[in-house]
């Protein structure tokens, strides 16, 4: 093996004091991208939870609607429209909007309801921890997910409340169901929903439309759009961009998470560059004589890749165990920092590409000096 | 006589910029023959070390010419000089510039390192060097556990180890006592027995005159005089160095 590892390596380990800020730098700079990408991650799947959950090849959606919960109503006509597209084979209504809940002790807390036909299989909960999807079709019926358990004050099958001072009970309770707006959502029948939100019988808040089989979707989507007038035909993933542009892109929220991670990257960059630079300098009578014993840059190179190699190697791997640390602490709370195999190779990527970057700095520094330098020392 | 292995002719050096620009040497030539031990002798500032570097591919002439071997070193970019350098040139340094976190053995090895062998054979050739030079039990010894004497010898095994056709050293001797001045010195002559190799060093020291071939003197970047047959010279070159 060549001596050029040896050598990076023990410049590396010759000054630990060097060594552990350029870790800390580092470690310090992954995690926190580590955190603004995985908060960037968690709130796009959060936006998008109801679209993603959603079994239809077509949404007709009220004119101008941005995000799944921004729902003004549709007409029943559009339903009937669309009926007669050619390709069609349904549109089943989803009524959503938010109402409140009363607890039998008297606490109040706003909800946020999803109602489809029990029968169908447009928008059901998902996740089922308790109880069963039969269920939601008894009266009163309605599933609620775990994470709210405090906010509803109900925890147990069977338990009972008022929404929209009608009588309800929990038949089935799931898990990981959130809402970014921290709303927690009810999910429940479809008339039922009319009636806890006040929507008269003949409006929608979408239509979850099912194409014929072997039909095109986006043809089908084509004709639609040309027929119906008061309303917007959008395929699942015309509807999630839509949300997820809204909420990262139109609300400034992704924009801070990107900056947040630019920073980060950039300041893990400074401290690294500091440090291998700083490393190098006090090495330079040594590679000077790499020089004058005849190297050639690319062996000198080497050497300090390896430095900033090693240095990111090490980094990453702290960087990781703090990063599995704040997924498993965040993992039960409103915003979970999630993390997927995908993330951790961007991440490692990005610690070897910042970490190369650092390097530059230092390799200019040493290409610069002149070997005749050796002779004066 | 065997063609030279390094040479300069009418070699010019202007060294610094502006105000402090300054011609180091002042139309050099000079030729350094295989199996000789030169001495290149002279007062302080008068241009050894600029001459040492230009002909070890350090510095490349403001004017005039350096050949090493038959490559001429005008207009080389610094890549190219690091290959001249690699191919045949070997370095021995006042204060040995060893790597301090490297085995004697591994410093040796590091020349042969930067010219991409780094096999088991290139260990074996590490090791034989170190024995050459009479520490074969210090292989695995850093430089701070090693003496100044030993340090030395470590660099020479380092410089000859890679075969190079010219081994230039700068007052090599300057920082050892009598006593390791001449073990260092015996080995640098026994070297330059090989027909094939030139070695040239610079020198303060009048108590290493004995082991060379020929001494030239410089004064003032220009060479002033030459002499073979050292012991006559030796009385001679004490004087001019006024120690
Ligand atoms: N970078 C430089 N800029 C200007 N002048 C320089 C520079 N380097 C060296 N000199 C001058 O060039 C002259 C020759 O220097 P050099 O180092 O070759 O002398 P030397 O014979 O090796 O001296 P010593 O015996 O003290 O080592 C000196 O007068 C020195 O001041
Ligand atoms: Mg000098």
Redesign the pocket.
């Known amino acids: 093996m060549s001596l050029a590892y040896k050598l990076a390596f023990r410049n590396l380990f010759h000054d630990r004091l060097r060594l552990i800020a350029t870790v800390i730098g580092i470690v310090f700079s992954i995690v926190l991208v580590t955190i603004q990408l995985g908060l960037y991650v968690s709130f796009q799947r959060m936006v998008t939870v109801m679209i993603d959950h959603t079994k239809a090849d077509l949404w007709i959606v009220p004119r101008g609607s941005k995000f799944f919960e921004d729902s003004a109503l549709l007409d029943e006509h559009e339903r009937f429209r669309a009926l007669s597209v050619d390709g069609v084979a349904e549109a089943v209504p989803v009524v959503i909007g938010f109402a409140s809940w009363r607890a039998p002790s008297g606490g109040t807390a706003p909800v946020f309801i999803i109602g489809s036909d029990t029968r169908d299989e447009g928008l059901r909960p998902w996740n089922l921890i308790a109880g069963s999807l039969e269920s939601l079709a008894v009266p009163g019926a309605v599933a609620i997910d775990r994470s709210y358990f405090d906010r509803l004050e109900a925890s147990r099958i069977g338990e009972r409340a008022e929404i929209s001072d009608q009588r309800v009970e929990v038949v089935a309770i799931t898990s990981g169901i959130r809402s970014f707006t921290t709303t927690p959502y009810v999910f429940t029948s479809l008339d039922r929903a009319r009636s806890f939100t006040g929507t008269a019988a003949n409006k929608g808040s979408y239509f979850l439309v099912r194409v014929l089989q072997g039909a095109n979707v986006t043809d089908v989507r084509d004709r639609m759009r040309a027929r119906l007038t008061n309303a917007e035909v959008l395929t699942p993933d015309e509807f999630r961009r839509r949300s997820t542009n809204f909420w990262l892109f139109g609300t400034g929220a992704g924009a801070a998470l990107f900056t947040g991670a630019v920073l980060a990257m950039i300041v893990g960059t400074a401290i690294v560059a500091q440090t291998l630079y700083s490393s190098t300098k006090d090495h330079l009578h040594e590679f000077a004589t790499l020089r004058a014993i005849g190297s050639s840059g690319a062996y000198i190179h080497k050497v300090i890749i390896i430095q900033a190699l090693l240095s990111a190697a090490i980094g990453f791997c702290i960087a990781a165990g703090f990063g599995w640390l704040v997924v498993k602490i965040t993992a039960d709370t409103a915003l979970p920092v999630v993390m997927t195999l995908p993330m951790t190779a961007i991440l490692l990527l990005l610690t070897v590409v910042m970490c190369v970057l650092s390097a530059a700095l230092a390799i200019v520094k040493v290409m610069r000096i002149d070997p005749v330098i050796v002779f004066t020392r | 006589m065997t063609a030279p292995v390094i040479e300069a002719i009418d070699a010019v050096m202007f ?2 910029r502006g105000a ?3 011609e ?1 040497l002042k139309s050099v030539s000079v030729a350094i023959a295989g199996g000789e031990l030169t001495l290149l002798m ?1 007062p ?7 001459l040492l570097s230009m002909l070890g591919c350090m510095l490349t002439p403001s004017s005039g010419t350096v050949r090493v071997r038959d490559h001429s070193t005008a207009g080389a970019k610094p890549e190219e000089l690091a290959k001249l350098r690699r191919d045949h040139i070997g370095f021995v340094f006042q204060s040995y510039h060893l790597f301090p976190t490297l085995t004697a053995i591994d410093n040796v090895r590091l020349a042969l390192d930067v010219r991409s062998e780094n096999s088991e054979q290139a260990k074996q050739k590490a090791s034989d060097a170190l024995a050459m030079v009479g520490l074969a039990h210090k292989a695995k010894s850093y430089p701070r556990e090693l003496s100044s004497g030993q340090q030395q010898r470590v660099a020479i095994a380092r410089a000859v180890i890679g075969n190079p056709s010219t081994i230039l050293a700068d007052e090599p001797t300057a920082a050892l006592d009598a006593e390791n001045g001449r073990i260092v010195m015996s080995m640098l002559a026994r070297i330059a027995q090989d027909p094939t190799r030139g070695v040239l060093v ?1 020198t ?1 020291d009048p108590r290493i005159v004995p082991f060379a071939d020929r001494v030239v003197y410089i004064e003032d970047g220009r060479i002033v005089g030459e002499e073979r047959g050292v012991a006559d010279f030796k009385h001679e070159a004490m004087q001019s160095q006024g120690s």
């Open positions: 060294l610094g402090s620009r300054f180091a002279g302080s500032g008068s241009g050894k070390t600029t610079v303060h």
